[in-house]
């Protein structure tokens, strides 16, 4: 498996320009996490989907950032417009969702976003 | 509001010394907790984790111990290597609707030295 792939590795962009943030979870899991890390705040939880329906988005910054998951196998975090301050990490995770098994999260390798 | 915590931003260990990182929630309701390794330029890797039932799990190398009395939470590793170098975080796992919301701390940064 190849797990979670996330892309773009890096983006630069300016202010004003829509940013989108795109992540394929590993086959078969049925939850979803984006999340945000900084030096200053951490990891943020953002947003979740379970089978591909968003169940908390509370993380969510501002209604310039939205998130959707036309499939189970593909989701979009988009920032519009983008900010410097919107500069960070962002991770996708996935998890089986079972709670027979381990509940962890396997995260991709994150995109790096800085907005100039 | 709930959180989770880390007592030490920062920890320096020199190579065979085993190590001690130490994390505190809030949350009484949590009832599974996980930590994780993060090395740079990479996404956060499940380490171990361990249920509210448990006080204590062991794995290779790594044993996570549990005390719900005062809730703090501590990941132990024995003859750290200079692989083990990376940021460590602690999460804990919130049961909701069919779902865990998982909630994660600052992060604790060990170094090890050769």
């Known amino acids: 498996d190849a797990g979670v792939i996330q892309s773009p590795r890096h983006e630069v962009t300016e202010m004003g320009q829509e940013v989108t943030l795109r992540c394929k979870p590993i086959s078969g899991h049925n939850s979803l996490f984006w999340y945000r890390q900084t030096m200053m705040r951490g990891l943020e939880l953002l947003i979740y989907?379970?089978?591909?329906?968003?169940?908390?988005d509370s993380g969510m910054p501002e209604d310039r950032f939205s998130a959707k998951m036309p499939n189970a196998s593909f989701s979009t975090l988009k920032i519009q417009p983008s900010e410097p301050r919107d500069s960070a990490v962002y991770f996708c995770?996935?998890?089986?969702?079972?709670?027979?098994?381990?509940?962890?999260?396997?995260f991709g390798s994150g995109t790096q976003l800085s907005v100039l | 509001g709930e959180s989770v915590g880390l007592h030490l931003p920062t920890l320096s260990v020199q190579e065979g010394d085993n190590s001690i990182i130490n994390c505190a929630y809030s949350n009484s309701a949590s009832d599974y907790f996980i930590w994780y390794k993060q090395e740079s330029g990479k996404g956060p890797q499940f380490i171990i984790d361990?249920?509210?039932?448990?006080d204590k799990r062991q794995g290779q190398r790594v044993t996570v111990l549990l005390n719900k009395t005062v809730k703090h939470l501590s990941l132990q590793i024995a003859a750290t290597q200079p692989g083990d170098s990376a940021v460590y975080f602690c999460?804990?796992?919130?049961?909701?609707?069919?779902?865990?919301?998982?909630?994660f701390g600052r992060g604790t940064s060990l170094i090890v030295h050769p």
């Open positions: 995770a996935s998890s089986p969702n079972d709670r027979a098994t381990n509940e962890k999260l396997f």
């Open positions: 999460a804990e796992n919130r049961a909701s609707g069919g779902s865990y919301i998982p909630t």
């Open positions: 361990i249920r509210s039932n448990m």
């Open positions: 989907f379970n089978n591909n329906v968003p169940i908390d």
